[in-house]
């Protein structure tokens, strides 16, 4: 996703927030050796300090990229950077949840592309409801509707 990202727009993040099911070690050393920073959860951060132990520091045979990765998430910064992602990404998934983006009910590739994006625009268009007009003081919607 990374790398389609960069080669779609054509310049590098300065930043990736991921989920920790994506946060592969070999994937955050790629990306941090083109110079993105990446924010994710270290693996089983919460267990390792109950037991009393660093999860921020250095271990053998890991990539200088990794560490350096493992040493931001124990700054207050990269957790309250992190902390943001979830407001960007889960109420859209959620959003799209809720209304009944659950399952596939079609097959192909094609198919199910079109269903994600009927609910991408679905999602989009109810956020544009929420826009106000500074001039006006009346939602999109409105001056949609009054046109």
């Known amino acids: 996703m990374y790398d389609d990202v960069c080669q779609r727009y054509g310049l590098l993040p300065e930043a990736y927030l991921v989920d920790g099911g994506f946060a592969q070690k070999d994937d955050i050393t790629h990306v941090e050796r083109n110079g993105t920073k990446v924010y994710a959860p270290l693996y089983a951060e919460e267990k390792q300090l109950a037991k ?21 998430m124990g700054t207050a910064e990269a957790k309250k950077k992190y902390k943001r992602r979830a407001a960007i990404a889960e109420f859209p998934n959620a959003d ?19 269903q994600t994006l009927w609910h991408v625009l679905a999602y989009n268009f109810t956020r544009m409801q929420n826009l106000e007009c500074p001039l006006r003081k009346t939602s999109y919607l409105e001056v949609v509707m009054a046109n």
Request: aromatic share 4%; charged share 40%; glycine share 8%.
């Open 96 to 114: 799209c949840r809720n209304r009944g983006l659950r399952q596939f009910l079609v097959r192909g590739l094609a198919k199910t592309r079109a």
């Open 52 to 72: 009393g132990k660093d999860p921020y520091a250095e271990r053998p045979r890991e990539s200088a990229e990794m560490t350096t990765h493992r040493q931001r």
